[in-house]
């Protein structure tokens, strides 16, 4: 059990320190500012996990090591992906996102097992703060979720306007409008004929 401990602590070790570096560069890549502040906290926070993860390790009089994992590498490979995609920057910024929220919840689950095992070893102080990890994880996809919702999706969409007028350039001599109805994230087209039209009949 001190072996799985161990191993569990140097991936998690090697899993911040692949993502400090990535979040670098996710934070030059990033089109929203309210993204590119959300991912400037988020590497502060792994910044301050790599030195809370070196203070456990001497805690436990061990020297802080890596051990490479697989997964996290590959979900950061996918994230990289997306830094280097071209094309609409509001469609790129969704895409960080989702890469980012794989990311939070392949650590909420890895630092939600960890605390068990540190109990277990009679590691009570070290299974206390290892708890207090998973929150963070949960907070920050929540945040994730937010801008998202509220600024990258609303500007990956066309304007109601551009496209209505679009609509109406073709389908005024048909006698139709096209109207956006609802609010400019919700909402949705509808089509009426124009009462003047001589297809009102």
Request: charged fraction near 25%.
């Amino acid at each position: 059990m001190d072996d799985l401990f161990m191993h569990q602590l140097q991936d998690f070790y090697d899993a911040e320190k692949r993502l400090t570096k990535a979040l670098q560069k996710t934070i030059d890549a990033a089109n929203s500012d309210k993204l590119c502040s959300l991912f400037d906290d988020h590497l502060k926070d792994s910044e301050k996990q790599i030195e809370w993860l070196d203070g456990i390790f001497m805690g436990l009089g061990k020297q802080p090591e890596r051990e490479t994992g697989e997964a996290m590498k590959s979900l950061i490979s996918k994230g990289e992906e997306m830094i280097g995609a071209k094309g609409d920057d509001s469609l790129r910024d969704a895409g960080l996102i989702a890469a980012a929220q794989q990311i939070e919840l392949y650590e909420i689950a890895g630092y939600c097992t960890a605390p068990t095992l540190a109990q277990q070893l009679g590691q009570n102080q070290t299974g206390e703060q290892l708890q207090a990890t998973p929150d963070k994880g949960k907070s920050a996809d929540s945040k994730l979720t937010e801008v998202a919702e509220s600024y990258v999706y609303p500007a990956s969409r066309p304007c109601a306007s551009e496209v209505a007028f679009a609509h109406s350039a073709a389908d005024y001599t048909l006698g139709v409008v096209t109207k956006w109805r609802g609010s400019p994230r919700t909402g949705f087209f509808t089509t009426v004929t124009r009462p003047d039209s001589c297809w009102s009949g």
